[in-house]
């Protein structure tokens, strides 16, 4: 594959330095070394990455932010972000401690680092973005120095050569009373070390009233440190992100990650209407699981999948609908490509490559030129958008069964994939005569699911909005994975749509 460097510009473009200057110069490009498990993102990196890399990486770390941010709108508690963020952060942008036996420390902590500075660069432009993001990259920071050990925390600390000043032994005599009365500490107890710090670096533990405060001057407990090292965090984070945001009108010079950047902040502007609003935590979407998956699939969905399996191949709508669907439940490009790839076997890589390849990226918002329809117009499609647009041609797979199927097909089709109660039947065949096609699809999810949702009715799991109608194909997937999970300890007794 040809590689691709992000730091190669045209030389045109490049800045022409002195020569006498140049003589001089530090050299530029050296390797970074990650003596430390946590980074203060202090030093750009400067290696070559590939144009995969720096957008694969940028969306598994987007992919870990947007679900901290989905933890504080759920209210959850730092305990309770720490055991659900678990699972996504081995997954995406693991962090292996020093003392671990990984062999990958390098490589995990040269993915954080050049993974935090690429969306630096996406979230630069704005201040709601700016405010966002310096917010979820604190309750990240702040989550990873809780798991670290009190060794490398320390250590790391101590590399950072804070300007905190140590309060000397007599004034710590003086104040005793107050810093006893903040720190909760008792005479006799063991010495606590304090520093002293300008007030408005810790303002969660002055929020907090856990610091006597003095002339501008808050004394912090070396119990506090890590809330004092976080504070620092965000402080210089804010800074950097306003310098960035100076600096990106010079990044036009490099016209092929100013798309991809484009397309990164606009799924963080929507986190629930992009790329991310039905990938299910805890589900495995790869390429090889999707036959699995696609029992909680939606009819239309379904449809195109055993098309897919039958023929090995779709036609062009049928790819389009299909391809962001797959995209919306959280199959990244990569497993895409493998995914469409393997199930169009009968055709050789060259044609694959030539004829098939551009529109799975295509769809993904990685080719194609115009930055506005990145992210916008390559969202997945609803049902309103797969009933009214496009309805399918002789040998097309694509639109919507309840609407686009004649009623014996339809009945057919039901009762392949394991619908075959009469009652649903004919509730389905007056739905589709009324037109009413999402009451249809409603209705045979409903029957799907009848187990579930009685419990989750019951129980009070989902909310009545949790379980509004249906009207996007991956909403159904996303409520589907979801109650199947809960009917685990239900049983298993419920009906299930079949799988392939
Ligand atoms: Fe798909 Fe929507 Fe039709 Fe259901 S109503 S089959 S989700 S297009």
């Known amino acids: 594959m040809l590689r691709q460097d992000i730091n190669r510009i045209d030389p045109k473009r490049r800045n022409v330095v002195d020569y006498r200057k140049k003589q001089f110069a530090e050299p530029t490009y050296k390797e970074t070394e990650y003596p430390h498990r946590l980074n203060f993102y202090e030093t750009p990196p400067t290696a070559d990455i590939t144009l995969e890399q ?8 987007l992919r870990v932010l947007a679900e901290l941010e989905a933890c504080s709108f759920r209210n959850y508690s730092p305990a309770e972000t720490a055991a659900h963020m678990k699972p996504l952060l081995e997954k995406y942008l693991p962090l292996d401690s020093n003392s671990s036996s990984s062999t990958k420390l390098s490589a995990e902590r040269q993915k954080d680092h050049y993974s935090h500075f690429i969306l630096r660069l996406a979230f630069a432009s704005t201040e709601d973005l700016r405010r966002r993001f310096s917010r979820v990259e604190t309750t990240l920071f702040r989550l990873r120095l809780a798991e670290d050990t009190a060794r490398e925390r320390n250590a790391f600390i101590q590399s950072l050569n804070l300007d905190w000043e140590p309060v000397a032994e007599d004034e710590r005599n003086k104040y005793f009373a107050e810093l006893s009365a903040t720190s909760g500490s008792r005479k006799g107890e063991e010495e606590t070390a304090w520093y002293k710090v ?36 965000t402080k210089r984070l804010d800074r950097a992100l306003e310098l960035t945001a100076r600096a990106l009108p010079r ?121 506005n329809r990145r992210g916008g117009g390559s969202s997945p499609f609803s049902c309103q958008k797969i009933l009214m647009e496009h309805p399918p041609g002789p040998g097309e797979a694509h639109g919507c069964p309840y609407r686009h199927f004649n009623l014996e097909n339809l009945t057919s089709l039901l009762q392949q994939v394991g619908v075959s109660d009469r009652s649903v039947l004919q509730g389905v065949k007056e739905d589709k005569e009324n037109q009413k096609f999402h009451m249809a699809c409603n209705r045979v999810f409903e029957y799907v699911h009848k187990n579930e949702l009685k419990k989750a009715k019951d129980e009070g799991i989902m909310t009545a909005a949790e379980l509004e109608t249906i009207v996007h194909p991956n909403k159904y997937f996303e409520r589907s994975y979801l109650l199947k999970n809960l009917g685990k300890s239900n049983n298993g007794d419920d009906v299930k749509m079949e799988g392939f």
């Open 54 to 61: 720096f957008e694969q990486w940028a969306i598994d770390r």
């Open 198 to 233: 300008d007030w408005e670096r810790v303002p969660d533990l002055v929020e907090a009233r856990r610091v006597f405060l003095r002339a501008g001057k808050a004394y912090v407990p070396s119990k506090e440190l890590p809330s004092m090292v976080t504070a620092e965090f």
């Open 251 to 371: 990044l036009d010079e490099d016209d092929r990650l100013t798309p991809i950047l484009d397309h990164l902040s606009k799924n963080f502007v929507t986190p629930d209407a992009g790329y991310f609003s039905s990938a299910v935590a805890g589900a495995e979407i790869t390429a090889r699981n999707i036959d699995n998956l696609s029992s909680h699939f939606p009819l239309c969905m379904q449809h195109l999948h055993r098309s897919l399996r039958r023929d090995a191949h779709l036609k062009h709508y049928g790819r389009l609908q299909y391809s962001l669907f797959l995209k919306g439940i959280g199959l990244n490009l990569e497993e895409s490509l493998i995914f469409w790839r393997t199930s169009f076997h009968k055709i050789t890589d060259d044609t694959f490559n030539k004829e098939y390849r551009y529109q799975v990226r295509y769809a993904y918002g990685d080719v194609g030129g115009d930055s």
